[in-house]
């Protein structure tokens, strides 16, 4: 298992892994904060990028905030902006 602290920026131009963010994952998403869609994005980011089902991509804390935890269930890739941090 697989657990990610991330640090999500909404509303961006596009979706990417951007570096770091004080010791957290920065990720830009092109979603909303809004009801929920950019939680359900990024879900889907970090599903597509680790190769997974959605299933197996879990948000554990933060719902309501940009740093947020979620475990991913055995990863089938390592995407190359992360084995460069």
Do not use: W
Not at 27 to 44: M, Q, W
Not at 45 to 65: H, M, W, Y
Request: aromatic letters at 4%.
């Amino acid at each position: 298992m697989l657990i990610l602290q991330i640090y999500v920026q909404p509303k961006a131009s596009k979706d990417e892994i951007s570096g770091l963010h004080n010791g957290h994952l920065k990720i830009r998403i092109t979603a909303p904060p809004v009801d929920g869609k950019a939680n359900a994005h990024l879900r889907k980011f970090l599903a597509r990028i680790f190769k997974v089902p959605q299933s197996r991509v879990e948000l554990t804390r933060g719902t309501n905030s940009r740093q947020k935890q979620f475990q991913i269930r055995q990863p089938r890739a390592l995407p190359s902006e992360i084995s460069k941090i």
